[in-house]
């Protein structure tokens, strides 16, 4: 059974920095794309970045110049670093992996358990 595990989140102040991980295991899978989404009280969910099986990466204009995600290979995790951070990035990050399941021979799609990032003074 996939599990997605997320870590990094917390509580930064204004202009500081933190990094989520992504890390996926239990499951022989090929890597398709990875998604990290957000959503923060009464707003809906927002995709922030992604990154593909080609190493394409794609970001949200509020987030653009700021936040970089990045991926291991080797330790099948993805990463989002974000830096220069505003009252505003204050959200539950969320990823999502979708990739082949080579055992089943299906595409999947995979969330995480979310993880609270709160930018704040």
């Known amino acids: 059974q996939l599990q997605l595990v997320e870590s990094g989140g917390g509580l930064v102040q204004p202009g500081g920095s933190l990094r989520l991980s992504c890390a996926a295991s239990?499951?022989?899978?090929?890597?398709?794309?990875m998604g990290w989404f957000r959503q923060a009280p009464g707003k809906q969910r927002e995709l922030v970045a992604s990154?593909?099986?080609?190493?394409?990466?794609n970001y949200a204009d509020s987030v653009k110049g700021r936040f970089t995600i990045s991926r291991d290979n080797a330790k099948n995790t993805v990463y989002l670093q974000m830096n220069s951070l505003k009252p505003e990035d204050t959200a539950v990050y969320s990823c999502?992996?979708?990739?082949?399941?080579?055992?089943?021979?299906?595409?999947?799609?995979?969330w995480g358990q979310g993880t609270q990032v709160t930018v704040s003074s």
């Open positions: 999502n992996l979708n990739g082949y399941d080579e055992a089943e021979g299906t595409e999947f799609g995979s």
């Open positions: 990154i593909t099986s080609a190493g394409s990466t």
């Open positions: 239990g499951i022989s899978f090929r890597f398709n794309a």
